[in-house]
C-alpha cells in the first residue's frame, strides 16, 4: 500500500504539529485517502485534522477503538499518541484500522450522515 510520510525528518522541540497534521488531512481529503496521524497524546492531531473539512478522525489507543472507528463510523483518519503508546502497539492499531472496512450497516450510515451535517 502506497504512502507519503508527511511528518518531520528529525525531531525539533519547536515543531508544532498543527504544521503536519493538516497537510496531511488535506491530502487524504484531497487523494480520498486516508490519514495516520501522530502526536503526543493523539488528541491534538484528532482536533487538528477534524478541522479540514471531509476529514473525519478518530483516536484509537486500542485495536477495539481503531475497529469501530472504521466499522461503525468510516472515518478517513487515524490518530495516535507517540508519547504513550509503544511502536508495537502503534503498528498493531494502524494494521488492525487499515484491514477494517466500514460495515454499511444502516443505523451506522444514519448516524454518520448526521454528523456530516452538523455545522461549525
Known amino acids: 500500500m502506497p504512502f507519503e510520510d508527511m511528518g518531520p525528518d528529525k525531531f525539533d522541540a519547536e515543531d508544532d504539529f498543527p504544521d503536519y497534521i493538516v497537510p496531511a488531512a488535506k491530502k487524504a481529503v484531497k487523494n480520498k485517502g486516508k490519514a ?3 502526536c503526543g497524546s493523539g488528541n491534538g492531531a484528532c482536533i487538528a ?5 471531509g476529514m473525519y478522525a478518530a483516536l484509537a489507543y486500542n485495536l477495539e477503538a481503531a475497529e469501530l472507528s472504521r466499522f461503525h463510523n468510516n472515518v478517513n483518519g487515524l490518530c495516535l499518541a507517540g508519547r504513550v503508546l509503544t511502536e508495537e ?5 494502524v ?3 487499515l484491514q477494517t472496512e466500514f460495515s454499511g450497516i444502516e443505523k451506522y450510515a444514519r448516524r454518520n450522515e448526521k454528523v456530516k451535517k452538523i455545522k461549525q
Open 36 to 38: 495516520i496521524l501522530v
Open 89 to 93: 502497539h502503534a503498528l498493531a492499531i
Open 49 to 53: 485534522a477534524n478541522k479540514v473539512k
Open 95 to 97: 494494521k488492525k484500522w
